[in-house]
């Protein structure tokens, strides 16, 4: 039996992790009951905020055994996978676009499981139950962005459209230190690197790394002032209160490293990373004062000092920033599918991605193309 619930209590966290994150698989914080607990709790991503829970739940002979976290939307913002235009197109033709539904981590560019279930046919089934939950919501659409490649092209196809992106993402090739890390860069890039990370401490910033019990409702108290700073100049309004963070700090503290930066006593900076049993997610920055390259050391240079030390096999920088390229994170496309109910919205849109997708292999080409490594002709 299919079934949509308008909260994340509906289901048991038992229920929920043993389906996100299943025994002998790669664990992803990020979509752990607890991370939409918190969302939910907090108030970032309820009805009011157009963030309406519709979370899908398979249930045969009294187990659930497949579970979708989705959202009725009546935006498009918090998710980094832009349908903007397609809504704008829909409406000035007369037609409704909102709401949608919206299959993700809210407010999270992070790449992992989105249809929850041990297998492909219970997979299969799930997105067959988007799109009756779709019609049955009068929604226009489901969008399931960030998802693993595999699902991408098995469910792919028929009433599902596929779309691409690129991220940028610090592979770790066993390197024993950060020095191993840049020697394997060209000359040009090792020195750039070397001048970047001196930078904020000569102007007498000292970074912190701190998990666990280390991080506690001061280091929020200033993360928070940091986040509503970088996020108010940036688009308005952040998507995230103060809330949110005491209570993943209360919850999920183990799997959250928080890089801050202090200079004379005071903190002026911070990066928020999550961390997963592969991958340390880097997620949100800000900074209440601007010294050079702070931005850099802050959130990719420290992320890869403690993926290296913890033995993550990636970081993942969160969305778009050719930028990234050159400090060793190299370009990693993501994918999504979309189900567009009207048939004429579906069939424009089906071109579009079609152009779109060869667009994005060509520019991971070029991007490839500026690759920071030695080659053999370097030095």
Same mark, same amino acid.
């Given at each position: ?173 066993? !390197? ?104 340390? !997610? ?98």
């Amino acid at each position: 039996m299919l079934k949509a619930v308008t909260s994340v209590r509906a289901i048991a966290k038992e229920d929920w992790d043993r389906l996100a994150n299943p025994p002998g698989t790669e664990f992803n914080p990020l979509v752990s009951h607890d991370f939409f607990r918190c969302l939910e709790e907090s108030g970032c991503a309820v009805a009011r905020e157009g963030w309406a829970p519709r979370h899908l739940v398979l249930e045969e002979m009294g187990r659930i055994t497949g579970l979708v976290p989705c959202f009725r939307k009546s935006h498009s913002y918090g998710e980094y996978v832009f349908d903007h235009g397609w809504a704008d197109a829909f409406s000035r033709a007369g037609g409704r676009y909102y709401p949608k539904l919206q299959v993700s981590v809210p407010f999270s560019p992070v790449t992992g499981p989105r249809l929850f279930a041990a297998d492909l046919k219970t997979r299969k089934t799930l997105a067959q139950g988007l799109i009756a939950l779709c019609a049955e919501e009068k929604a226009s659409s489901v969008h399931i962005t960030f998802m693993p490649e595999a699902d991408w092209r098995d469910l792919g196809g028929g009433p599902w459209l596929r779309r691409t992106d690129i991220q940028f993402h610090w592979h770790n090739k066993g !390197y024993g230190s950060f020095d191993e890390f840049i020697a394997s860069l060209s000359s040009q890039k090792r020195k750039n690197i070397r001048k970047e990370r001196a930078s904020p401490a000569a102007a007498g910033i000292t970074m912190l790394a701190l998990t666990g019990k280390d991080i506690e409702e001061r280091h929020w108290d200033a993360f928070y002032e940091f986040y509503m700073d970088t996020g108010a100049r940036k688009w308005g309004q952040p998507y995230l209160n103060r809330s949110f963070f005491s209570l993943i700090g209360a919850s999920m503290s183990e799997h959250i490293l928080l890089v801050m930066a202090e200079r004379g006593g005071r903190l002026i900076a911070g990066a928020l990373n999550f961390i997963g049993s592969q991958a340390l !997610y880097g997620r949100n920055w800000g900074a209440i004062e601007h010294h050079p390259n702070l931005h850099f050391e802050t959130c990719y240079y420290q992320a890869i000092d403690f993926a290296i030390a913890r033995k993550l096999a990636r970081v993942e920088a969160g969305a778009q920033g050719a930028h990234k390229l050159a400090r060793g994170y190299l370009p990693q496309k993501t994918y999504s599918l979309h189900y567009l109910a009207h048939p004429g919205l579906s069939r424009a849109v089906a071109d579009y991605l079609e152009a779109e997708r060869q667009g994005v292999d060509h520019e991971q080409q070029a991007l490839a193309g500026h690759s920071p490594f030695r080659r053999e002709t370097d030095d």
